[in-house]
């Protein structure tokens, strides 16, 4: 349940950010605001806008003040009721939730919608979230850090060969079942590239593949990477890599290049993003950050 739960919030965490073109019209600055997004909450807490936020979504779980504030659903069941009663000035709503987005314009609540196409859109869309909220200087100082950690991995993987990489999001516990990787496109693509590596399926131009086992081994990758929500004990960890003894022709299976990063920082596109392309970089070059 657990990976299942990983996999839908890097689904969740898939769609560039823009304020609602809806009728409503906000007036100054907010200081009640709802996100229901994670990678949003966070975006508000780096640029100091955390004590203007007074409701969030169920996924969220950083930073550790999230923890006490009211939950109003996510994606599938926003909880209209309880966000109405904590009198937002402001929401921040996935663009696909048309039907939450018509309530709150019925209400006179204004939104700011989110959607996430890439790595260079986690910038952007703090920019346009600093932008909203009066608080364009810090969100510039935490999109200029975030650019220039980029660029240190970027010049740290720059001449270095890139190994054919399986980058893997979601998959059935002790099984090569409902395996879930990221394709070629997106913001886990993105990262895989600035952290050195070549992602085996950068041809198929889809944000995530379902892959069976016997499509891995036509891929053969040179590494593959598991991203984890949770911690893994030393004994799952040794009994998860021998699930993929099965497929001993695969080069990364015979070189034992199989590495498993348990980091949210990995699969949610905010202000960390560069953290976890860091991440997926000493995984793939670790003599680069010696």
């Known amino acids: 349940m657990r990976i299942l739960r990983l996999a839908v919030v890097v689904a969740l965490a898939w769609a560039f950010a823009a304020v609602s073109p809806g009728a409503v019209q906000p007036q100054g600055h907010p200081q009640r605001i709802i996100s229901l997004i994670p990678a949003v909450t966070e975006m508000l807490f780096a640029i100091g806008a955390g004590p203007q936020v007074v409701g969030v979504g169920s996924y969220d779980n950083f930073p550790a003040e999230v923890q006490k504030l009211p939950r109003v659903g996510a994606l599938l069941d926003p909880d209209i009721e309880r966000i109405i009663s904590l009198k937002p000035d402001l929401v921040v709503v996935y663009a696909t939730q048309s039907d939450l987005q018509k309530q709150l314009e019925r209400a006179t609540i204004p939104t700011f919608r989110y959607e996430h196409a890439g790595l260079a859109d986690v910038t952007v869309t703090i920019r346009h979230l600093g932008n909203r909220i009066g608080r364009s200087p810090e969100a510039t100082r935490v999109t200029q850090q975030i650019e220039r950690a980029l660029d240190d991995i ?100 015979k070189s034992e290049r199989i590495a498993f990063i348990a980091d949210q920082r990995t699969v949610v596109p905010g202000p960390r993003v560069a953290e976890g392309t860091e991440l997926l970089a000493r995984a793939l070059h670790p003599e680069a950050f010696k």
């Open 154 to 253: 970027r010049q740290r993987t720059a001449n270095r060969r890139h190994p054919r990489t399986l980058l893997v999001f979601g998959r059935e516990a002790l099984a090569l079942r409902g395996i879930y990787a990221s394709g070629g496109v997106g913001f886990l693509q993105d990262m895989l590239v600035v952290a050195g590596g070549d992602n085996v399926f950068a041809d198929v131009k889809r944000q995530s593949v379902q892959a069976t086992a016997e499509l891995v081994l036509a891929r053969q990758p040179e590494v593959i990477l598991e991203l984890r929500g949770t911690s893994l004990t030393d004994e799952m960890r040794r009994k998860e890599i021998s699930v993929w003894q099965s497929l001993a022709a695969v080069p990364a299976v």
